[in-house]
């Protein structure tokens, strides 16, 4: 996808792949024209709805975004609930961002279905929710929203420029202009120059717009049992580091920012559903690294269930969204849709 393996075969399989984008686009885009054009319908469900989406696939943030938007209205009183697919859960469990949601606000209900207009009428039948805020939900058009925020990951805005499957953009970049808001996550990992150059790209499909560049700033360390602990737990100690997330290369800089030195690191796919024998084959490959501890993103430790492996200590890295510009803004349109 990312053009970077060169050879025969390389460039085979991206002809092949960008066939099949060709036709995954057009699809996209005549669903798309269909919500335009009326002939499909987006439904209102008789609260303010705020909807925090993605132009590509895998992690860009919208988890802390979520987090950071329901807790601004829960301090305002508002009763919020978050709704979302549950893309990941099995058994009729919670996936992992909504067990990691339970945990930071246990007092914003989560309903999870792959209809979202149903779950948001439960969640208004169920908790009087006055405003629901719709996680992952930009390409969801069935359910009307007042305000659509889309992340764009500074590492990889635009998906190698290509649509699934020969690129990770969920739908074409000209999707964009239905955005409200597009909030650049990760800023700090790009230089001046680079933002510069995806901002011009958002100007050109959305320019009216509003902008926000965000970091994702490492808070505490988290136990398994929700103990908090200071991240100067783990400076300059040698630690073992895996996740199972979309974006794993934004868990690697977060651990450079804690100042540990990562002795080790292993990826799992997104939504990874961890084992015991998963635990088994961490603590086997962790045994001769010489760490003090093991280290996981908290969307990883809500899975996991357990305080140590092979005898140390696990500890989640607990992120909050900090605004480096742009946040007035949101407040601003978050303010209209307070109960009057």
């Avoid at 990889?156 to 909030?183: K, M, N, Q, S």
């Avoid at 969307?299 to 480096?324: C, H, N, Q, S, Y």
Wanted: proline share 4%; charged share 25%; with cysteine.
């Amino acid at each position: 996808m990312s053009g970077r393996r060169h050879g025969a075969g390389a460039t085979a399989l991206r002809g092949v792949l960008r066939v099949a984008e060709c036709f995954y686009a057009a699809a996209v885009r005549w669903r798309n024209r269909r919500y335009d054009r009326g002939a499909a319908v987006a439904h209102r469900v008789g609260v303010h709805v705020v909807s925090v989406g993605n132009l590509t696939l895998g992690g860009t943030g919208k988890t802390p975004l979520v987090e950071w938007i329901a807790g601004w209205f829960r301090t305002r009183g508002v009763r919020v609930a978050v709704v979302s697919r549950g893309y990941g859960a099995e058994d009729g469990e919670e996936n992992d961002e909504a067990r990691e949601l339970r945990r930071l606000l246990p007092d914003v209900p989560h309903v999870q279905d792959a209809d979202r207009v149903a779950a948001a009428q439960e969640a208004i039948r169920a908790f009087q929710a006055e405003l629901v805020v719709l996680d992952d939900g930009f390409q969801h058009r069935r359910i009307a929203r007042d305000l659509d925020i889309v992340l764009l990951d500074a590492l990889e805005p635009f998906g190698f420029g290509h649509v699934f499957p020969r690129g990770t953009l969920r739908e074409p970049v000209e999707g964009l202009r239905r955005a409200d808001i597009v909030v650049l996550s990760r800023a700090d990992l790009i230089n001046p120059s680079n933002r510069a150059k995806v901002w011009r790209v958002v100007a050109c499909h959305a320019p009216s717009a509003l902008r926000a560049e965000t970091i994702h700033a490492p808070r505490e360390l988290i136990a398994a049992d929700g103990q908090g602990l200071p991240l100067e737990t783990i400076r300059g100690q040698r630690v073992a580091a895996f996740c199972g997330i979309g974006n794993p290369a934004g868990f690697w800089h977060t651990l450079e920012t804690c100042g540990c030195l990562v002795a080790g690191f292993r990826e799992f796919p997104d939504h990874h559903r961890f084992t015991s024998k998963d635990v088994d084959l961490l603590a086997e490959w962790s045994h001769g690294l010489g760490v003090s501890a093991m280290v996981c993103t908290c969307k990883d430790l809500v899975k996991l269930r357990t305080e140590r492996i092979a005898g140390r200590p696990l500890w989640g890295i607990r992120i909050e969204m900090e605004f480096k510009t742009g946040q007035e803004l949101l407040e601003s349109r978050l303010e209209s849709m307070l109960p009057k």
